[in-house]
Every structure is written in C-alpha cells, then in structure tokens.
C-alpha cells in the first residue's frame, strides 16, 4: 500500500538510496501509481526490469521453463518445455508476464490503494 511504502522510504535504506533521501507521503504516492500515463510507463517498465535482470544474470531466465512445466505421474520426454521454444515465443512471455504484472496490480495493489483511501476519507 501507499503507507507501507511511505514506511519502507522512511526505515529502509535500500529505500532512501532509491528515492534520493526523498519522502513523499502516501498520497503522492497512490495518485503516480494510478496515474493513467504511469499505468502504461509502469506495465512496460516492469517488463523491461525483467529483461534486464536476466540480461544482467541476477535472476535465470531459465526460470521461464517452470511455467511450461508438465507435472504428471506419466512423466516422459515430452513433458517439459525445450529453452528453443523458450526463445521462440520470448514475445509472447514479455506479453504473459505484463498480463500477470496487470493482475498483481488488479488484486493487490489496487485494493490497498481503495483501503488507503477509505482511511483517508474517514480521517478528515
């Protein structure tokens, strides 16, 4: 939520470090993340942060097999995803995982943002 960020750049020095010692509230916060132009910019940065953390060998892009994964009693040859294929369809991944980042913000961020918001009409 809003808070919780506000929180994490107050305590959290990895947090200060990214926010240049800059401690915006709660409110500034939740408007840029529903922002209509920062719902675009963010849906493709985070696609973009991916790529380059497998680019950069910080996270495996091998990771990409388990989504394939076929977990099954009859386990055989067939039953797993080729890194070829992986390679193949790497545009319709980049397209999959905007789709879940779209969901993460669907279920969880945008429901802590109405309960921010519910605080904050209820205060004033």
Known sequence: SGRQIQNMLID???MRYLSQEQFPNFRTINRFRVHPIMNDILDHSFVQFRELLVQSGLISG????????????D?????????????????SLD???LENY?????????PELIDDLKDELSIE
């Open 62 to 73: 091998s990771a990409l097999y388990i989504d394939g994964t076929k977990i099954e009693a």
């Open 102 to 110: 779209q969901q993460m913000v669907e279920t969880k961020i945008l």
């Open 95 to 97: 397209q999959k995982a």
């Open 12 to 14: 959290s020095i990895r």
């Open 75 to 91: 386990a055989n040859k067939y039953s797993f995803v080729w890194k070829k294929s992986i390679l193949k369809y790497k545009d």
